[in-house]
């Protein structure tokens, strides 16, 4: 994945600069290399170089270009084809230095495209996929199309997903941009200045006015206008609701904080509150379709599968029929023809673009045309997923930059846990009290998340600051909690890389345990349910291999309390409601405690390394 910035402007304003902040919000899609053009006099200026946006700036200041300039484009990369050198770096250019490309995304049918060029007399200098771009629209305006109509043929030889912004040396009044499963959004600020971009808030300190690209189409900006056109069609103008943003930047700065990962924990809080809001009617909706469901899979990837894990868990609580968990880039090869009619796809995605999903959907829907529904929860609008799903929740979390998922992962849960009872309300299996009260201790979870977060966190420095730096660890538990160690291992292994093995307690039994040394760590996740009393057998087994044990319970803990060397303490109530929504509550001290360990081995949480915000390659 990578981020891509564009700017158009009749204002007395310097284009790079501007360019240069868009890249910088949106460094998390990718931070291997980064580049700009503009266009003045009829010519291109390009600057771009390997390593991240900050050091680069301080090398070759990727903000001064000429005076005058009125147009920039700009690209942050996570390297796909071709290593993150100075070479590979977008933008890339034609043979003649006059049109210049940024992209988002992977060329499927680029070597047959290069072999085609390069028998014409094409130069090219890199190994990206991206070059192959500007030489066929030079190619097409070689043969008489302007600007527009050859990029519009060039985009369609084009095969896989794409996000591009693309700019003339000649045409010093147009960006184009166009999208295929790769995103892109236009701002405008009315007669003065347009933007495209792969995110929202790389524009939003300008204008909060905004269209969403659709799959094939293509946005031809002007300075504070726009025109839309099908690639396919692109001589015939077409219209597009605007979408206002209701959210401010300050949702994507760090607003004191020293990271993302870190204010987008404290944010958890309101995340929840705003995601408790969701409209009754949609979630009746999803509660109706799962009832008279004949089969219901439940796919995601990463975090949002663990959020899954979650959420199934606590759906089967109030729903007669299994739920299958599939991670969805196994979905079409393990499900096969095995996948029926009537079935229900849950699809789990804070981006909505990780590509294994959309595929796996995709997939479903050619197979199965009307007879699968696709129930998605998503917290970006206009995303790829909601495209391809009947029904869609979004999420209220806010913009995530932080690239570790943190408070979205928190309302993914809460929603599934919202229709969840809302199966329950349906269904009628419960009484009326009974629901309330699992109702309550839902709502409660953003004062309990508060609470600890306001008391209880200096002991997750303690716990760093006593952890020998060098040791793996397991993350154990049982039942609904598992979601809970998966996830709090992978925040581990991503931010702060260490192996981490979030595992079931009772399954470690059988091969894992034999790691256990003196003194190595093992995390106990053990709210007080079901699974308690067997989980302080498995408590004693590690111990007695002299395992440092560290639990997670509830504050009135007592017996794992006693067999632990150290506890985190989450003051919630100790009964079936609360446990059951324990996922949420018990997870920011899991991501908290990788968050501290992250910092405390000089490693930046914001960033971590081969990662980026949103996997869009198989
Ligand atoms: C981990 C993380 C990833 C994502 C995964 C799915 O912190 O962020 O594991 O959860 O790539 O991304 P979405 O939810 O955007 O589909």
Redesign the pocket.
Known sequence: MCGIFGIITNQEISVGKIALEGIKRLEYRGYDSCGIVTQYSSKLYIKKDAGKIDEIHKKIKLDEFPNGAKLALAHTRWATHGAPTKLNSHPHVDCHNKIAVVHNGILENFIELKEELQSKGHNFISETDTEIIPHLIEDYMENDLDFKNAVAKAIQRCEGAYGVAICHADYPNTIIAVRKESPIVVGIEEGNTSYCASDIPAFLPYTRTCYLLDDDEMAVLKPGSVEFFDVKDSNVPKKKAIQKIEWNIDAAEKGGYEHFMLKEIYEEPSALRRTLKISKDILKTFAKILWSAKNIYIT?????FYASLAGKFIITKFLDKYIEAIECSEFQIQLGDALKEDSVIIAI???G??ID?IEAIRWAKEKLKNRVKVLSITNVVGSTLTRYSDHVILTQAGPEIG???TKTYCTQVLTLGLVALEIADLRKILPDNEIEKYYDALRSTPDIIEDFLNNDIEILKKIVKNLEKTHNFFFLARGISLATAKEGG??LK?IACRFIEGYSAAHAKHGPISLVRKDFPIIFIAPPDETYDRLVGNVMEFKARGGKIISLVVKSDKTITDLSDITIRINQPANKYYNLFSPITFIPALQLLAYFYSVDVGLDPDQPQNLA???TVH
């Open positions: 995601a990837a990463g975090t949002s995605s804070q981006s673009e990780t999903l690239v570790a998922a992978l925040k991503e915000k949103t996997v």
